[in-house]
Nanobody
């Protein structure tokens, strides 16, 4: 069974940083497209960053570009999301997800999801 687990969320002040981690079991991240998506309170889920498996091409939401960085560690089968200069609008549940077919910011592209980790940014 595929299992994806996120960690690293928490409470941070505006301007602070967090690094989220995503570790997979039953799946090799290097073989798939990986995305980070978030769901703000009372809003729909939205993509923030994604990465292709082989060439590590990345794509970011306009809302986080320049502040967030997606990366991976193949040996650990782990994907990271470094989040800098966090703003209150970044608050939400952050999900790591895997796509078998493509990468992008649309939630419908992803086939496997983690349970999410809460990120809260105070003013």
């Amino acid at each position: 069974e595929v299992q994806i687990v996120e960690s690293g969320g928490g409470l941070v002040q505006t301007g602070g940083s967090l690094r989220l981690s995503c570790t997979g079991s039953g799946i090799t991240f290097d073989d798939y497209y990986i995305g980070w998506l978030r769901q703000p309170p009372g809003m729909e889920r939205e993509g923030v960053a994604c990465m292709s498996p082989s060439d590590r091409n990345t794509f970011y939401s306009k809302f986080v570009e320049g502040r967030f960085t997606i990366s991976s560690d193949s040996a650990k089968n782990t994907v990271y999301l470094q989040m800098n200069n966090l703003q209150p609008d970044d608050t939400g549940v952050y999900y790591c997800a895997v796509s078998e077919s493509n990468y992008g910011l649309g939630p419908a592209l992803y086939d496997y999801w983690g349970q999410g980790t809460q990120v809260t940014v105070s003013s």
